[in-house]
């Protein structure tokens, strides 16, 4: 079949005392960051190296995560040849889904206004660094921009800043290993999935600064801005969860609907799960669940294997409402205009990148990062202040990313009849006390 995305080993230890979760450290950054940000403006813009640094710290992880995770998406598809109409029909899914939600949320923050009013400066010689690193303007042709999607060494792709060139690169190589033999397949996968994990530890290993981070961006930010920035930002949340919750209850609602089923029976369905995902901020650590209750609720086994892990790597909608919604908040914030063909140059790049999130705390942030010092549009230098409140954005986002592809097995298992209606009626009465013979 298919191998699944690999999954961090699950902590077991007791969880200590609440300041030592990282959760509590970054709110308390954020908490001091804004402090220090109104006591004594001056210092708390000098506190920007200390964001500047993390978000090195963050960049050099990028490719790596990103090149990994995408050629084991490309394996948990398997054989397309063996697999057939099920992997076809997902994949199209896949990009019908995310190229609409995408489209809905860059409608929603142009009409948002998100950043507008910061009025903040960017940082001219960080800008031209960028845009000498990739050789191109603001506004690169369309020849130059199929130009710099190509790779012309495996390795410099990986060290270089290109995240254009590790998704084609990755690509190729995916295709390239499902040409092998099953058993050099089998040992490779297992080389890249081990390679994963470490890289996975070396995210978390990163994250450990990010309350330090936090409290450097958010210092900076309030310093430059004063209550502006803080209002921006609480707006800018504001604006992300309702977008959030129209594309679950209504896309997704309305998807449903399409198959015979009802939103938030699927909702409640999955209570439980829902509350592990905002807890942790991680769509991974509700994937085993995801897999076996996909299966009770009348899943074939065969479409829940295929379907969900591929999805993980290739449908992450709540990532395609991050990056067009904190696009527009940079844009604005920074006053940098961007016309409707910047926009859907960027959206045709969201839509390749999006694939490549991790699906850790924090991988959306990490590809969103990378997305927008690739594109050379916008100012590098705001990334930090957008990661002192990525762990609020992280635990909605990753809700709308596992429901969302809990929402593509089901619907995929319904189109290719591997979906066992009676069985999900018995589910549904034993889980939520419904009648028997009540509606999905």
């Known amino acids: 079949m298919g191998v699944s995305p690999p999954t961090a080993t699950p902590d077991t230890r007791p969880p200590g005392p609440f300041y030592t979760r990282l959760g509590f450290q970054i709110t308390a950054g954020i908490v001091l960051g804004i402090a220090l940000g109104f006591i004594e403006p001056k210092l708390g813009m000098s506190m920007k190296v200390l964001g500047d640094i993390f978000l090195r710290l963050i960049k050099t992880v990028v490719a790596p ?23 076809f029909k997902a994949l199209i899914y896949f990009e019908i889904v995310s190229t609409i939600v995408l489209a809905i949320t860059m409608v929603l923050a142009n009409f948002s206004e998100v950043g507008v009013g910061m009025h903040l400066q960017p940082d001219a010689a960080a800008q031209a660094s960028a845009q000498a690193a990739y050789g191109k303007a603001a506004a690169p042709t369309f020849d130059a921009f199929l130009t710099s999607m190509i790779p012309d060494s495996f390795v410099g792709t990986l060290t270089g800043h290109s995240l254009l060139q590790v998704v084609v690169l990755a690509i190729a190589f995916g295709a ?4 092998l033999t099953a058993k050099t397949r089998t040992t490779v996968e297992g080389a890249f999935t081990t390679m994963s994990e470490c890289f996975f530890k070396l995210t978390d290993l990163v994250m450990r600064f990010a309350p330090i981070g936090a409290f450097g961006a958010i210092a900076y930010a309030i310093g430059a801005s004063g209550t502006q920035a803080l209002i921006s930002l609480g707006y ?29 029976h699927f909702l409640r369905y999955f209570k439980s799960e829902i509350g592990i995902l905002f807890a ?6 509700a994937f085993p669940r995801l897999m076996e209750k996909l299966q009770a609720l009348g899943c074939s086994k065969q479409t829940v294997s295929l379907v969900l892990p591929t999805g993980y790597a ?3 909608d709540g990532t395609s409402v ?31 990148t999006s694939k490549g999130a991790a699906t850790v705390s924090g991988g959306t942030f990490i590809v969103f990062a990378a997305t927008v010092t690739a594109s050379g549009m916008l100012p590098i230098e705001g990334l930090p202040l957008l990661f002192g409140i990525n762990r609020f954005t992280s635990q909605a986002v990753c809700i709308c990313n596992a429901m969302g592809n ?14 066992d209606t009676d069985v999900a009626r018995a589910e549904y009465h034993r889980a939520l006390g419904r009648p028997a013979n009540a509606s999905l």
């Open 406 to 419: 809990s929402v593509a097995t089901v619907v995929v298992a319904k189109l290719n009849g591997d979906f």
């Open 314 to 316: 290739f449908n992450l």
């Open 236 to 264: 800018l949340l504001l604006v992300m969860y309702a977008i959030l919750a129209f594309v679950v209850v209504v896309v997704f609602g309305v998807i449903l609907r399409c198959v015979g089923m009802n939103i938030f």
């Open 65 to 87: 995560l990103v090149f990994l995770n995408l050629v084991l998406g490309i394996l948990a598809a398997g054989d397309l040849k063996k697999v057939g109409k099920i992997g």
């Open 280 to 285: 942790t901020g991680s769509s991974e650590s």
């Open 176 to 179: 390239a290993v499902l040409m």
């Open 322 to 352: 991050y990056m067009p919604l904190c696009v527009m908040f940079l844009a604005n914030a920074y006053g940098i205009p961007l016309t409707w063909e910047h926009q859907l140059g960027l959206l045709l790049i969201m839509l390749v």
